[in-house]
């Protein structure tokens, strides 16, 4: 006790410095830490419900063989299925909502409980229908649609 007492000054000296290299130690952990992932561990199981490219093949496939489709394009972004269809202005909107059902026919039900699926169906002749857009989240059953997105400003 009486070197604690004769030694005031460096006890408290080295207490801070023992705080200040605690604080920096988790400073340095928060804000430098080597995470090569910038998702976190938000795709965490993704590996057990991959999608195959028999699968995504299959799934363009049954789209780009409906007449009037020009193409397909399959983009996976984490958990999210992009699948933008170009078509002609002969598919109509119940036809251009009907690729929806294809896509989910071809997944598996872990896929369907993993995956949010948005469907961008487009048209470069056909602006008073298309766009259309259908979004299914991973809990849901069916796709949501958007109504009218082409052709407001054209009018």
Not at 10 to 39: A, E, K, Q, Y
Not at 53 to 75: C, F, P, Q, R
Not at 81 to 108: E, P, Q
Not at 132 to 141: E, T
């Amino acid at each position: 006790m009486k070197f604690i007492k004769k030694h005031k000054l460096l006890m408290l000296g080295l207490l801070i410095l023992i705080t200040v290299g605690v604080l920096l130690l988790i400073f340095i952990n928060m804000f430098f830490r080597n995470n090569d992932s910038i998702t976190g561990n938000r795709l965490e199981g993704i590996e057990e419900v991959r999608i195959d490219n028999i699968t995504i093949n299959d799934i363009e496939n049954s789209i780009k063989e409906v007449n009037g489709v020009l193409s397909a394009d399959y983009k996976l972004n984490g958990r999210k299925i992009n699948l933008i269809v170009k078509v002609d202005d002969t598919v109509d909107k119940a036809k251009a909502k009907s690729f929806g059902d294809k896509i989910v026919k071809k997944l598996t039900d872990e896929q369907k409980k993993y995956y949010d699926i948005q469907l961008f169906v487009d048209s470069d002749t056909n602006k008073e229908i298309y766009p259309v857009i259908g979004y299914k989240n991973k809990n849901s059953l069916n796709f949501s649609w958007t109504e009218q997105v082409g052709g407001l400003d054209e009018k």
